[in-house]
């Protein structure tokens, strides 16, 4: 790491002989303020220097006088006091931005106005990544200083509020957080989410750009001082719609460098991402929890609540995200994001390609290419055109090379192909035909940027060398003229007025021009003649002939028939009839009968000769009546009535009523009702004439007839449009839509169907409203959380000013659009009062100036309320507070002193860690803090406190928390240490020495009870001697007399209960030790002198000892720490007496140890003693020691153990093994021995290691050994013991491991385990069995192996661990280290109520100084087969198996399935399990052996072509290692029949027409199923019933509407009402209107119709022909068509849409377009041989007659020849060099013959250039 190690090196390491650590100042522009600058920008006190050594400092390294090293001084620094700025200093830091400052001087001796340095930024680079943040680099720094005591590994505190630029950190794993240093290093960054930075103490502003004091931030897009342009808002709403088989689904892609990413998730959904990188590296994030992460090293702040979830990401994004939402639950979930885009796709112009010609003018041009922002390339153009805001550039066009050319014809010549390129042109090919003859179709053609090379080939190129001019349109429409039509005319009438007739009607063919023509479909051709049924006589009361004898009429009728169109064929065709020849009378009509063909290929009629029809003529000549004449009395003679009748009745009136037919019906369905038509007639010419015309009084009854009685097909009804959701913006309409079936039109009455029956199209039930933009209106936020978790506090939102816009979305607007009151976007939080606490006042001033003092601060309790305020309350109900809170050390810079300073190190006390007990009376008695004494009162003591790198004056000591002054019973002395006179019960209790940060204990207590004098042991002692010379057994053998000999005083220490428990920590192992009566005494006398460590301790003892016993006995904490651990780890029966052997022991060991100390100290003086003397007092005493300590042992364990184990009336017990924790013991440097609990370390020289297992129980236990879960083989090297011990020979490391003793009888078994591990290196017990557990309880296992457990079971996975030293352990979790809270105390982890997410592997990991080792355990969740939570999932399987095909699923308790031969069926096997069981199917009970398919992995059985074998139970058994489960089904094989269901509802409510059909069902056992499985069935012969035959009530009735007046502009169609009565027999009754008001409203009679304007065509003049050329001497003119109304207004085309439109183009002759192409010839070749001669010719476009030269698109109509071609392309013969290009010249003069390509093509000219400057 170069930053790191450069930041940091300047920082601390540059001038460490002038600054102790951590002495940064404030830099002040002041120079009389005694400092000076450096460097490090550190201060240093002037008068701790000497005026030559600080002069040479500061011209070595900063050169302040060297005039190179300083600017020259500026106009305004010439009007000023000050130097000219010196230069800038190195940059505080390598990377990441830094500081660097410059320095002037003033040159008064007065103060100068201003400052002595400014400051820059530098280094604005970002540092490597694996260089690490420069503030968590300064606080590491200090690891390796101990701070109090101790080490820590220090992390930085960010973004502290009161002082950013100061060095805070924190200790880790620690709520340590301490200010290592008052400044941090100039360059760190004030605050994570600022370029602020720190420089001397103080946070500096710090814009975009780097600069100090610039101000200028980053646009929304991350550049600076941006305007936002270079990316996009990008927001929207998305509305999951989740499907069972697709449960996720994209909400949006956030491509890489986005940046400001905000989603809102509302709903059960949960998002989720995926990612992909720029090197194509995908993942994914799960967003489990609320935190922050990076995710690609993409910081995303994820927040998960009840209801939504929220996900920001600030950007800019370093990899394409893809933000999906998964399905939770069966509602839809909604998102809504915003994100800014950055636009990496941005059009970049090119430079000017070459010029397109050498001489007398050409161009050249610019384009315009799509640049990748991201990967620096350029990529295709539609990338640009993805982003509106991208407008590409137009390409810019100039001249070039405008020299006139040296050719003799004065025009320019084209550059060859491999240096200049001509201009580029499009080039189309021809209109492909039309798509369409008519009605509008298209053609297209291709276009093409081309380019000439020099032979005059056209080839492709890109299309942006064309760009310069518009390109040609590649699509046209064509034949935009409809194409021709049928067109029917109206019907004729009916050819008879009763029975039935035929009617005929004209069909033509109709252009758009409105011209008669062909082309018309015959398929599509409407029919020309119909029947016609009068279904009623005609009411002809007075009439004398019937109807049927209208002889003229019925002639007329027949020739019609025969028909009269031109066909093909020729036929006869008459004319119409003349009029009759008579006004009144009988008279004659003549008509013209024609012989015609219809010419198909012209669409023409022509004449034939009569001869050329066949058939007979139709007549030419009839009879005529002309009406009564004047005084004429209607009679005829025979003849005229033969004529006219032949022979029928005398001739009625001319006009009369008849009918005509009848009206449409009134309904399509349900029942309507048709009117006859009565029309008045001319009787003669059968034509429609005015109603006046006939008697009205004759005029026939109205009749009418019911029609369409069917009923009506079900049909979508739809309810009214509810109000709208919103007022603007855009809201939302809802409305009812139903299937409804109308059964009766009478009665009204319907029946609501299912959506199915209704076959067109549903209409939409919502639809949007209100679509307009809102005014603007304020939008607040949710509140944020809280301020303070107590005590009052505020809450904040956002509150913004949008307006919602007409498509949904939102616009943010400035405050001032809205006109409203603004909502309150700040609130006071309703919590709870806060916990007292203590409020602390700042640190006063340390007590002295110099050298180390002291801080105080003062403590108020204080509680805050909810109401923000707070409330000073009593002390004591807050919790204690440490003296060491209150006052503090201060350590400043050494007094006065010329030294070099060194590193400064805290302060070290010397403890000893001891337990003092006094055994005889002694004056006084020295002691050094940090352990424990018991001693008998009025016993003088002395508690030193060594202490190092501390001033001893400054040490203070506290008794029991508080301060220590001297009085007449305690000296405190300035030198370390303190002193009582004669102890009293008053003084026991716990004493502290505190130097600066460091503290040490001392505890006291006194031996005695309620004051009374301790006897004396010796019967020779003098009664008057016992007070001075209490012996060692008069002290301790006082246990009749005193049973509590540890006396306590009751302090307020131990009354508050603070340090109880390590006060008393040891009181039962000394009480245990001074009731001991196994002591040795030696009544010999003897003289040895007084040890100096006794003398340390007693310094005014008696002289003449009785005893070779210590005065005081001495013992480690660590001893009697391994006691207490040893008697807490034995059962309550068996800790007294083992207890007692334990003590015994530790008499032993303190006697042995005072005696080596006599022999050694006697060895020491060189004592003239014998050495019988000198060895009697240690071997001698400590043989008698030990066998009176072996008895006393063998006497506490026959009192204890051996009566549990060998005593004849002994209960029943299950073993149990005796646990001893002490550590190994080496009885020689190659032999251990050891008890069970503890680790056994092999060193190189270990010969034997014998492992004791001793154990009690009743039967006796069996002992067992076993190392790492397997039984120990035992050899000539590893043995078993008599005594049940293991003894290792000669260890090799293949020994090594755990090994575990049993003991097992009747009644149970223990087992405890010891570690034999090889250099100290870690080791771990394992176990490799795989234990399966079904049952929800506890289980515990060893690491190592695999565990497979059902949910809701507690699992310990038991990590057990020796090494030494001590190995520190780590738990994992799929290599994801867990947090420390899991474990259990002894390193076990404990996985509580195990569930499917608690699966994985689980790793421990021990590791100390020798090594590290790791274990795993797989754990697996077994959960037993089930049916799944979503049986949907496994029917969505099925019906994606085979769309239509029968399927079925199993169940537990069977379910049942009906199929027919031959058809196939998917049973489906839902089940769950893990692990995922194995499904097998089976036939009643039996494997399936007839042929079946498995599909899904076993859950699906796929049975084809049924037959009754398969009839039966079907059943699947899933099956693992949690348990069985079997589901089943039952085929039932069956055939299709048809079942005779209900009735159907009648077809009608009333009338004669009602019937009512059985409705048949195709069912399968009982089940219906599609009609399509019976239709080979035979059905039942059902006829049909009728129903509801009865008499309707009464209605109207209404007709048709007659055609309208007008055919536009407005016009008027009337219909009849009537109110009529369908009887029961069919019959139409007329009834009062009376009776149909009552039922229903009379319908309207009369309504307007073709309201629309009346419009035609209309067209301009043609224009001038001046259009482009597209022949010779052809061109194109256009004129204006517009559609107007008849009265001359225009109106849109759209209104004559259905007119045939006349043309607007059309062809045209003019001389502009008698142009054509002039070619001159070829100019001569530019070389006789070689590869690179070319020739040019001109080519013009030039008028026919004229040969003016014209413009060139008047030629384009026809190719352009080519202008260049190569020539002479043959190999060059001649040795000599000759030039190949004419410009050779112009290379020369340009100095290019040193380029390879110009010196081949003018070898000739080059070489005489490269002589002649060889000749100079």
């Known amino acids: ?281 995908k993942g994914e994030n799960s967003l489990s929890s609320t935190g922050s992460f990076l995710v690609e090293n993409s910081s995303v702040d994820f927040q998960k609540f009840p209801d939504k979830e929220i996900l920001r990401m600030p950007g800019p994004l370093t990899a394409d995200f893809t933000v999906k939402v998964l399905s939770a639950g069966a509602a839809d979930s909604t998102v809504q994001f915003i994100f800014y885009q950055p636009i990496i796709h941005r059009w970049r112009e090119t430079d000017f390609f070459p010029c397109s010609a050498s001489c007398g003018g050409g161009y ?136 039935q007739g035929l009617r005929y009607r004209v069909v033509l063919c109709i252009d758009h021009r409105g011209m008669h023509t062909g082309g018309c479909s015959p398929k599509t051709k409407p029919h020309i003649k119909e029947e016609c049924i009068v279904p009623t006589p005609c009411y002809k009361p007075k009439e004398k002939l019937p109807v049927e004898a209208k002889l003229p009429w019925y002639k007329q009728a027949q020739e019609l028939e025969e028909g009269s169109i031109v066909s093909e064929e020729p036929t006869f065709i008459p004319e119409p009839w003349s009029t009759c020849s008579v006004t009144c009378g009988v008279g004659i009509q003549v008509r013209l009968v024609k012989c015609q063909v219809l010419l198909s290929f012209s669409q023409s009629v022509a004449d034939l000769p009569i001869d050329e029809c066949e058939g007979s003529k139709p007549v030419s000549e009839r009879a005529c009546y002309g009406g009564p004449c004047n005084g004429d009395t209607g009679e005829y003679s025979p003849d005229e009535t033969d004529l006219l009748y032949g022979g029928t009745q005398d001739f009625d009136e001319l006009y009369d009523w008849e009918y005509e037919g009848f009206t449409e019906c009134s309904e399509s369905c349900g029942g309507g009702v048709q009117e006859a038509v009565v029309t008045c007639l001319n009787k003669q010419t059968r034509e429609f004439v005015d109603e006046d015309l006939c008697v009205s009084s004759r005029r026939p009854p109205q009749l009418l007839k019911a029609c369409n009685l069917d009923p009506c097909p079900p049909r979508w009804e739809m309810g009214k449009w509810s109000s709208c959701s919103l007022t603007c913006g855009v809201g939302l309409q809802t409305r009812d839509v139903f299937c409804s079936h109308l059964l009766s039109r009478e009665t009204n009455e319907t029946v609501i169907l299912a959506d199915e029956l209704c076959h067109k199209h549903k209409p939409t039930m919502v639809q949007a409203c209100n679509r307009f933009d809102c005014p603007p209106s304020w939008y607040p936020s949710e509140w944020q959380q809280c301020s303070r978790t107590c005590g009052g506090g505020t809450r904040k939102r956002e509150v913004l000013c949008k307006q919602r816009m007409a498509d949904g979305s939102f616009l943010e607007l400035p405050d001032t659009f809205c006109s409203t009151l603004r909502p309150v976007s700040e609130q006071a939080c309703k919590n709870e009062n806060c ?297 309550e029966e068996l800790k007294d007496g083992y207890s007692k052997q334990l003590i015994a022991q530790l008499a032993h060991d303190i006697f042995k140890s005072h005696l080596e100390h006599q022999e050694s100290f006697f060895k020491a003086q060189g004592t003239r003693v014998s050495s019988a003397s000198v060895e009697f007092p240690f071997s001698k005493q400590v043989s008698e020691f030990a066998s009176s300590l072996r008895a006393s042992s063998a006497e506490a364990h026959l009192s204890t153990s051996a009566e549990l184990i060998n005593g004849p009336h002994r209960p029943p017990k299950k073993p149990a093994i005796l646990k001893k924790i002490s550590a190994a013991q080496q009885l020689s440097a190659s032999e251990v021995v050891t008890h069970l609990g503890h680790t056994v370390v092999l060193a190189s020289g270990t010969l034997s290691v014998l492992l004791h297992c001793e154990a009690v129980g009743n039967p006796k236990p069996t002992i067992s050994w076993v190392k790492n879960g397997e039984a120990v083989n035992f050899s000539d090297r590893i043995l078993l013991q008599p005594d049940d011990s293991l003894q290792i020979l000669e260890p090799v490391e293949a020994d090594v491991g755990f090994y575990t003793c049993n003991a097992t009888n009747a009644l149970g078994s223990d087992s405890v385990s010891i570690a034999v591990t090889l250099a100290g290196k870690p080791l771990i017990k394992t176990s490799r069995a795989t234990l399966i557990n079904k049952d929800p309880f506890t289980i515990t296992v060893d690491i190592g192996g695999i565990v497979k457990t059902i949910p809701g079971a507690n699992v310990t996975i038991s990590c057990q661990v020796a090494g030494v030293p001590e190995a520190e352990l780590t738990w994992f979790k799929n290599k994801i280290k867990l947090a ?243 009887t029961a027999t069919g019959n139409s009754v007329p009834m009062s209107n009376e009776a149909c008001a009552q039922v229903a409203k009379r319908p309207v009679d009369t309504q307007s119709c073709n309201r629309q304007l009346c419009v035609e065509w209309a067209t301009s003049a043609w224009g001038q022909c001046n259009g482009p050329c597209v022949g010779s001497r052809l061109s194109v003119q256009h004129r204006q068509v517009f559609c107007q109304t008849r009265d001359g207004i225009s109106v849109s085309a759209d209104q004559c849409g259905s007119l045939p439109r006349p043309l607007s183009v059309q062809n045209c002759w003019t001389d502009v377009c008698s142009v054509h192409w002039r070619v001159s010839l070829w100019t001569l070749c530019t070389a006789t041989c070689g590869n690179y001669g070319f020739q040019s010719r001109r080519v013009e476009c030039v008028r026919v007659h004229t040969n003016k030269p014209v413009q060139e698109h008047l030629c384009s109509w026809r190719p352009r020849p080519a202008n260049w071609q190569r020539c002479n392309i043959t190999p060059c013969e001649n040795i000599e060099c000759r030039d190949t290009t004419r410009y050779c010249e112009k290379v020369k003069q340009l100095q290019l013959c040193q380029l390879t390509q110009f010196k081949s093509r003018c070898c000739g000219t080059c070489g005489k250039a490269g002589r002649k400057g060889s000749e100079h």
């Open 364 to 499: 050249q041009l610019t384009s315009a290419e799509c640049y990748d922002l991201r990967s620096s390339r350029v990529v295709a153009d539609q990338y640009c055109h993805y982003y509106p805001e991208n407008i590409k550039p137009k390409p810019k066009l100039q001249e070039c090379n405008q020299d006139p050319c040296p050719a003799s014809d004065g025009y320019k010549q084209i550059m060859p192909y491999d240096l200049y390129h001509p201009l580029p042109r499009w080039e189309s090919t021809p209109w492909t035909a039309c798509s369409s003859s008519c009605g509008g179709g298209i053609q297209s053609r291709t276009v093409s940027c081309v380019e000439e090379d020099i032979q005059g080939l056209v080839s492709s190129v890109e299309e942006w060398k064309c760009m310069y001019t518009p390109k040609m349109p590649i699509v046209q429409p064509c034949n935009i003229f409809d194409c021709p039509k049928w067109l029917a005319q109206e019907w004729s009438p009916c050819t008879v007025t009763c029975g």
């Open 835 to 1131: 916990a007292p606490e203590w409020l602390l006042s700042d640190w006063t001033q340390c007590s002295v100036s110099c050298g180390e003092g002291t801080q105080t601060r003062n403590a108020i309790c204080r509680k805050m309320l909810n109401t923000g305020l707070s409330a000073i309350i009593n002390s004591s109900l807050c919790p204690p507070l440490p003296f060491s809170s209150l006052v503090r050390p201060c350590a400043l810079a050494t007094c006065a002193r010329h030294q070099r300073p060194t590193q400064k190190q805290p302060p070290l006390i010397m403890a000893q860690k001891k337990v003092f007990i006094q055994t005889r009376k002694q004056k006084k008695l020295h002691f050094i803090v940090g352990g424990y004494a018991y001693l008998l009162p009025k016993t003088s003591i002395i508690l030193r406190c060594p202490v190092r790198r501390f001033r001893k004056p400054m040490i203070t000591w506290e008794k029991d928390g508080k301060r220590l002054i001297s009085s007449v019973h305690v000296t405190i002395a300035p030198y370390g240490y303190m002193k009582i006179h004669r102890l009293k019960p008053s003084d026991t209790g716990t004493y502290t020495c505190t130097a600066g940060p460091a503290r040490e204990h001392f505890v006291i207590k006194l031996i005695g009870g309620h004051n009374k004098r301790i006897a004396t042991l010796s019967a020779g002692t003098k009664e008057e001697e016992a007070p001075k010379k209490a012996s060692l057994n008069d002290a301790l053998h006082t246990q009749e007399k005193h049973q509590n000999v540890i006396l306590f005083n009751g302090s307020k220490t131990e009354k508050r209960g603070l340090l109880t428990e390590s006060i008393s920590r040891y009181d039962d192992v000394v009480s245990k030790l001074l009731e001991y009566r196994g002591w040795p005494r030696n009544n010999a006398d003897s003289g040895e002198t007084q040890d100096s460590s006794e003398r340390n301790i007693s310094s005014d003892e008696d002289q003449g000892q009785e005893y070779n016993l210590p005065f005081t006995m001495v013992a480690s904490q660590d001893r009697l720490d391994d006691i207490l651990g040893n008697l807490s780890q034995q059962p």
């Open 1380 to 1622: 420390p809270g899991q474990h259990l105390h002894d390193g076990s982890l404990l996985i509580a109520n195990v569930s499917f997410s608690d699966q994985g592997l689980y790793s421990c990991r021990a590791a100390n100084i020798r090594g590290e080792i790791t274990e795993n355990t797989q754990l697996q969740v077994l959960d037993p087969p089930q049916l799944p939570h979503r049986l949907e999932d496994m029917a969505a399987t099925l019906s994606l198996a085979g769309p239509g095909i029968p399927s079925v699923m199993t169940s537990p308790s069977g379910t049942r399935k009906v199929l027919s031969h031959g058809s196939s069926v998917f049973i489906g096997c839902p089940v769950d399990g893990q692990p995922t069981p194995n499904i097998t199917w089976l036939h009643d009970g039996e494997p399936i052996s007839m042929p079946h398919h498995v599909l899904a992995a076993g859950q699906i059985l796929q049975i084809l072509n049924i037959s009754n074998d398969y009839q039966g139970e079907i059943s699947c058994r899933a099956q693992n290692e949690a348990g069985l489960l079997i589901q089943k089904t039952s085929l039932v094989i069956q055939d299709y029949w048809w079942s005779v269901d209900k009735m159907s509802p009648c077809s009608a409510s009333c009338g004669n027409k009602g019937i009512q059909h059985h409705q048949l069902r195709c069912l399968l056992g009982g089940t219906q199923v599609n009609i399509s499985h019976c239709l080979e069935k035979p059905k039942p012969n059902l006829q049909p019933i009728a129903c509801n035959r009865r008499d309707c009530p009464s209605r109207w009735m209404v007709t048709s509407w007659s055609h309208c007046t007008q055919s536009c502009g407005g016009g008027i169609q009337n219909r009849r009402v009537t109110c009529q009565k369908l």
């Open 1 to 281: 790491m170069p930053s790191a190690q450069g930041n940091l090196g300047v920082a601390y390491s540059r001038l460490p002989f002038l600054f102790p650590q951590q002495t940064f100042c404030e830099v002040c522009g002041d120079e009389n303020q005694g400092a000076v600058f450096l460097r490090e920008f550190t201060l240093i006190r002037r008068e701790s220097l000497n005026e030559d050594f600080l002069s040479d400092l500061l011209n070595h390294n900063h050169k302040l006088d060297d005039p190179s090293s300083r600017t020259a001084r500026s106009e305004e620094d010439r009007d000023t006091l000050w130097d000219a700025w010196g230069s800038w200093s190195e940059c505080s830091r390598t990377c990441g931005g830094g500081a660097s400052y410059s320095l002037r001087r003033c040159l008064s001796s007065k103060s100068c106005e201003g400052r002595n340095i400014r400051y820059r930024t530098c280094s604005n680079v970002d540092c490597p990544p694996e260089s690490g943040d420069f503030r968590t680099q300064q606080c590491s720094a200090h690891n390796d200083v101990k701070y109090q005591g101790q080490f820590y590994e220090w992390l930085p505190v960010f973004n502290d509020p009161d002082n950013p630029c100061s060095l805070k950190c924190q200790a880790k794993g620690t709520s340590l957080v301490v200010e290592l240093a008052p400044k941090v290093l100039d360059g760190t960054r004030c605050y994570t989410e600022s370029l602020d930075m720190c420089i001397s103490g103080l946070c500096q502003i710090v814009g975009c750009d780097h600069q100090l004091g610039s101000t200028v931030k980053e646009d929304n897009c991350g550049v600076c001082n941006g305007d936002g342009s270079t990316c996009r808002l990008v927001r929207g709403q998305y509305k999951s719609q989740l499907l069972a088989t697709k449960p996720d689904d994209t909400v949006v892609a956030i491509p890489y460098g986005s940046r400001h990413v905000r989603l809102v998730l509302k709903g059960p959904g949960h998002l989720y991402l995926e990612t992909k990188t720029l090197q194509g590296v």
